[in-house]
T-cell receptor, first 115, second 114 residues
């Protein structure tokens, strides 16, 4: 089956620094990828839709200048958390849709801790 | 618009007892439906899915779910709970078109008591 990877799996950074998270589709191409955020004991919240070759579409309430998304190729989308603060600490998950289908493949997630 | 409601944020069962996790959905098109399991500090693992065809779908770890269009439900069941089933479970519905997002329910935390 199709595989989506994320890197890193865990990252700890200091407040004020920026962190980049990569999402890769390993054996298929994805013109669209989705970025979710999950707080402890909560469900996944869609942050943005990443579109290859064009600007990302952000959900209401998500700061586009803080969460920079770049979808530079058909297999790679990156999420950069800029000027991170402790409240940005969360579990970030990406997904990519199966070609021609309404199914999604999920990455394993990235645990971000901002100190 | 798509939506998912999971009844019961916490479900507790005894080991060996029936597991029933409830999911109701709303969809403007024939839905694709999914159940995911998430263990602490891990990502989502697909348990099972309904796309088209047989309404009773079997998944991994002995779980199954039945799509009932008339009730707009997709409840997850397992005949006999195991301690290792303790986890968070999410029901999700597909978007209206291919390539669109999934919409998740709020999740159900399953506790299995010895």
């Amino acid at each position: 089956g199709a595989v989506v990877s994320q890197h890193p799996s865990r990252v700890i950074c200091k407040s004020g620094t920026s962190v980049k998270i990569e999402c890769r589709s390993l054996d298929f191409q994805a013109t669209t990828m989705f970025w979710y955020r999950q707080f402890p004991k909560q469900s996944l919240m869609l942050m943005a839709t990443s579109n290859e070759g064009s600007k990302a579409t952000y959900e209401q309430g998500v700061e586009k200048d803080k969460f920079l998304i770049n979808h530079a190729s058909l297999t790679l989308s990156t999420l950069t958390v800029t000027s991170a603060h402790p409240e940005d600490s969360s579990f970030y998950i990406c997904s990519a849709p199966s070609s021609g289908s309404r199914e999604q493949y999920f990455g394993p997630g990235t645990r971000l801790t901002v100190t | 618009a798509q939506s998912v409601t999971q009844l019961g944020s916490h479900v507790s069962v005894s080991e060996g007892a029936l597991v029933l996790l409830r999911c109701n959905y709303s969809s403007s098109v024939p839905p694709y439906l999914f159940w995911y399991v998430q263990y602490p500090n891990q990502g989502l693992q697909l348990l099972l899915k309904y796309t088209t065809g047989a309404t009773l779908v079997k998944g991994i770890n002995g779980f199954e779910a039945e799509f009932k269009k008339s009730e707009t439900s997709f409840h997850l069941t397992k005949p006999s709970a195991h301690m290792s089933d303790a986890a968070e479970y999410f029901c999700a519905v597909s978007g209206e078109t291919s390539g669109s997002r999934l919409t998740f329910g709020e999740g159900t935390q399953l506790t299995v008591n010895p």
